[in-house]
């Protein structure tokens, strides 16, 4: 049995989940996402405020599905009632970034400006204090992560000065430089 996938979901006040046959919506005060099920492998049930995943045999495609699927779940809730967020640091010495509406321009070094257009349903801004700091939101953890991870990939921090974009909380291992021999 998975050990997420066995493990109730449940429904906090203020959203709604509505189950139709293979879609699950979910409906919330940040917004409304849904998901289609994979039938063949798990089952979705709603009881007394909870919402349980049950899954259909023993394969192992649908022991994975069963875990897959109550996390995709779990993280809808969690979008529509809190949403997501994801914060990164441009460091560097002419490194800058400015997010103007859906787009994102950065300054990385490079000979011209990247410009990054944002996906529907993230928000990207900058920090108030922190000008050197972007902030990824929305209610869809995927997209979210996805929008964070293609900026940071335009620059990513670099082992000897520490240069580039990182995840605020993220440890970059630096390394020594060369030594002049004698």
Do not use: C, W
């Amino acid at each position: 049995m998975s050990l997420i996938g066995k493990r109730p979901i449940t429904i906090p006040s203020g959203v709604e989940i509505t189950l139709q046959d293979t879609l699950v919506k979910v409906k919330g005060t940040k917004g409304e996402l849904e998901f289609a099920v994979t039938p063949e492998y798990v089952t979705v049930l709603q009881q007394e405020g909870e919402v349980v995943v049950k899954r259909k045999g023993d394969s192992k495609e649908a022991k994975a599905f069963h875990g897959l699927t109550r996390s995709i779940i779990n993280n809808m809730i969690i979008g529509v009632s809190k949403g997501f967020e994801k914060k990164l640091e441009v460091i560097g010495v002419g490194y800058r970034a400015a997010a103007a509406g859906k787009k994102v321009t950065l300054n990385l070094g490079f000979s011209h400006p990247v410009e990054y257009a944002v996906m529907e349903g993230v928000l990207v801004e900058m920090d108030k204090e922190n000008k050197n700091m972007i902030i990824v939101s929305g209610i869809d953890k995927q997209k979210v992560g996805q929008v964070a991870a293609e900026i940071r990939s335009y620059r990513e921090p670099e082992p000897y000065k520490g240069k580039g974009i990182r995840y605020k909380d993220e440890f970059v291992r630096r390394k020594a430089g060369k030594t002049a021999s004698k």
